[in-house]
Structure formats: C-alpha cells, structure tokens
C-alpha cells in the first residue's frame, strides 16, 4: 500500500511517500526557519503564504524522488491538527485537490500520532508502551496498548518544555529555534548554576513555567549586579532540569503500567542529553527513539501514521476534512 503524507502545521512544508506502512520511498521537506529566525519566532500568516508558493512543487517532487505517479498512490493522509490554521488549510486543500483528482481515498490524521509513528520508520512497536511525546506545543505521556490507540496519562499544566527551550534561547540571545542552540551549547558546559527541583507531586504531570521563569530570573539579577554569564554553564544547567523532569515523569509512567517499550516522539526529543538519558535509565525495558531527521515536522511520520490509522479504520473522509487549530490525541485520533 502506498501512502502519501502532508503535513503543513507549522513552519515546514512537506510531502512523503512510504510503502507498506514502512518504507520510505521519499520525504520531501522545506523548510522556512531562516525566514522567521529574525522574527525570533514562526510568523503564521508568513507560514501560510510560504506553504501556498511551495505546496505544488513539494508534491511532485515527492512523486519524483519516489519513482511513481499520482495513480499508484492508494491513500493520502494529511495533518488536519492541531497547528497554525492557516498554514493546516493549505495542505489540506491541496490534498483534498489531489485525492479528487485522482480518486484516491484520503484521511485526516493527528500531528502527534505523526510525532508518534516516526518511531515506526525503523523501529517496531511493541505494545504496553508509554511514548513521551516532547515538541514546541506538547508535553505529555502517551500509553499505547495497540496501534492507534492513544490514552493520556498526563501532560503539562502549563508550558512545553520545547517552548521553554526556546524562551530561554531567546533570553540568553542565542537564536529561533532555541532548542538545538541550547543543546549545542550544553555540550560545552557543566550544569553548575542553582535551578529548582523536579516537581514530584503530581505523578505525571509536568511543569515548566516555573523553570523558565527561574532562568529569566537569575539572568536578570547577574544582569543587575554586572556579573557575566557563562552560557553553555548556563544552558547545562537549564537543560539538565528541564530533561530530568522528563526522566523522572517517564520512569514513573513505565513503573506504573508496567510497560514493555519506552519511547520519545516530538521536536525534542532531537535533544542530545535527553537520548542519553533514555538509555541510561530505561535499560530494564525496550526503548525506541526517532532517528534525528524524523523528530521535527515532516511528512513521512504522517504517511507511516495514516497507513496505521487506515488500518483500524478504513473509511475515506474525501472533502470533509477540516483543519483544527487545538485538537486532542485521545479524542480525535
Ligand atoms: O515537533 P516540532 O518540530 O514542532 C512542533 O510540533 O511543536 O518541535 C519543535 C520544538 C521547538 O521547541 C524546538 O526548539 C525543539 O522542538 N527542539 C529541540 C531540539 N531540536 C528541536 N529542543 C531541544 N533540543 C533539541 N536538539
Ligand atoms: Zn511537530
């Protein structure tokens, strides 16, 4: 079975193809990060004209890299939440286009079940299992019992830890999108400025606003007082919290359930510190991580997620599809 992805949510406009919910026979991606970067953040209405003027010509490419037609192509599946509305439009439309087009059955899939099944592409899932599901919006803990099937056991109260990867990014001046500038400077640091315990309370949820409001805290006192900042110090320090909250929610999760598997899913989970110390702690338990170019927005996830999601449910959702600004897993998978 053929299946072609798109996904459009955010700041990145792509399209893959994959076979027989596994191989990958393309995963055409553009990116429009050096557009927002100086405007320290994703610009949406920039985001959706930027999809509009790439959308066709990422599809044909995908198409060509894929050494097929659109008539071999046996079902669309496309980002239809949550993300940036404007930007989920463009690719749903020229995906309800291309599906019309060529009378090919087409489904609407969740972005996070994509995050989730970019563990698919050169793992196998092996079910119970408890995804930490780490990206710029979310911060949860996903148990699986069997494919396609998603229950919450907890997220944050406030922010993501990805958001406050960037936030702090920003404030130390090192760039959009903070978390690859922080896990570059950690490496060239050690974590020796004070930051606040892990809050053990809550079993599975998390927290990090009070994290990030630290970070601004005492960079603004250093400030006051004139004393310099030692950034990778500081970006060590920052990350080795703000990761061993996750460790911490994660082992408790997998204890609970009794999980065979463990992985990762979402944009952060690209973060050098935050792998190895999946390995380090889950060495009891199969673990999967998703291979580096899968972790942020693409469409292959999307595909390798639709071919999953179709095999549970195989209905055609033609024009129907909408977009959704906010959209939870649990409920709209
Ligand atoms: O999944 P994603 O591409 O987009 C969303 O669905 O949100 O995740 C983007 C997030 C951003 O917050 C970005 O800073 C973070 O993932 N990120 C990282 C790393 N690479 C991307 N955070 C920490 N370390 C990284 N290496
Ligand atoms: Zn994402």
Known sequence: MIVMGVETSCDETSVAISKDGKTMLSNVVLSQMELHASFGGVVPEIASREHVKGITAVFEEALKQAKITAKDVDLVA??????????????????????????IPIIGVHHIAGHIYANQIEGEMRFPLVC????????????????????KLGETLDDAVGEAFDKVARVLGLGYPG?????????????????????????????????????????????????????????????????????????????????????????????????????ETFKDVEVLVPPFTYCTDNAAMMSIAGYYRYQMRPDNEGLSINGYPRLDLTEND
């Not at 980002?79 to 009378?103: E, R």
């Not at 996903?142 to 396609?148: E, F, K």
């Not at 320090?237 to 899913?265: C, H, N, P, W």
């Open 78 to 103: 496309v980002t239809k939440g949550p993300g940036l509305i404007g930007s989920l439009l463009v690719g749903i439309n020229a995906a309800k286009a291309f599906a019309f087009a060529h009378q």
């Open 132 to 151: 930490l599901v780490v990206s710029g919006g979310h911060t949860e803990l996903i148990l699986m019992r069997d494919h396609y099937r998603f229950e």
């Open 179 to 279: 978390g690859p500038k922080i896990d570059a400077q950690a490496v060239k640091g050690t974590p020796s400025y004070p930051m606040p315990d892990v809050p053990r309370k809550d079993e599975f949820t998390f927290s990090y606003s009070g994290l990030k409001s630290h970070v601004i805290n005492l960079l603004n006192t250093m400030k006051m007082k004139g004393e310099t900042v030692n950034v990778p110090n500081m970006c060590a320090s920052f990350q080795e919290a703000a990761v061993e909250q996750l460790i911490y929610k994660s082992r408790q999760a997998v204890d609970a359930i009794g999980a065979t598997m463990f992985m990762i899913a979402g944009g952060v989970a690209a973060n050098k510190r935050l792998r190895a110390r999946v390995e």
